[in-house]
């Protein structure tokens, strides 16, 4: 059950080139959010520009007040919007860490297995119990691993799905009340 120099080199590459595809996702996910976030500052400064010189070429108190409330949407459109990318990227930076660390749970639990064979079959005579039940709680120990998992994904589909609802009901509560602005000014 001793480790070979080849298999201490071999597992110490293997764990640099984790943290380096570790190290990746995350400097992608900041490359991202770095953009959006510029992206976004950009837009914001031309949308206020644009909404300021709007709003001092009204003519009168109705038309400033239309005005109001007409550049209000768009706003909370885009806050919306930024936000769900914010998650969006959040998400898929999530998920390829999981996927990586499920790899590696993966790989250790298949290295642990073999080297749980290996010992067995050098084992004296009468510790096929004790093995058997090692094996056991291993399986055991998956299994709880895969069903926390499971629940973990369910869990976040259920959250993309509330985020996807709110962003819905927040997009069209704000639609709804603008043009019920417009008109009660009108009247």
């Known amino acids: ?33 770095a953009a959006l976030n510029l992206n976004t500052a950009r837009a914001v400064l031309e949308d206020t520009v644009a909404s ?8 009168d108190v109705q038309e400033l007040v ?7 949407q768009p706003v909370v459109e885009k ?10 990227i959040a998400s898929q930076t999530q998920e390829e860490v999981s996927k990586m660390f499920e790899t590696q749970v993966a790989e250790a639990n298949k290295t642990f297995a073999a080297a749980l064979d290996k010992a067995a079959k050098s084992a004296p005579a009468g510790s096929d119990v004790a093995v058997a039940a090692v094996k056991s709680a291993i399986a ?3 299994s709880a691993y895969d069903s926390v998992t499971k629940a973990a994904k369910q869990v976040a589909e259920i959250a993309e ?18 043009p019920a602005k417009s008109s009660k000014k009108a009247a």
């Open 1 to 33: 059950m001793t480790n070979t120099p080849e298999q201490i080199v071999a597992a110490n590459k293997a764990n640099v080139e984790t943290l380096l595809a570790l190290a990746n996702t995350a400097f992608a996910s900041a490359e991202r959010i």
């Open 52 to 59: 300021a010189k709007a709003l001092m070429g009204a003519k």
């Open 66 to 72: 239309a005005l109001q409330t007409s550049l209000a």
């Open 79 to 88: 806050a919306v919007a930024y936000s769900r990318s914010i998650y969006e």
């Open 140 to 142: 055991a120990a998956n």
């Open 161 to 178: 799905a509330n985020v996807a609802a709110a962003t819905s009901a927040t997009v069209k509560a704000v639609s709804a009340s603008t």
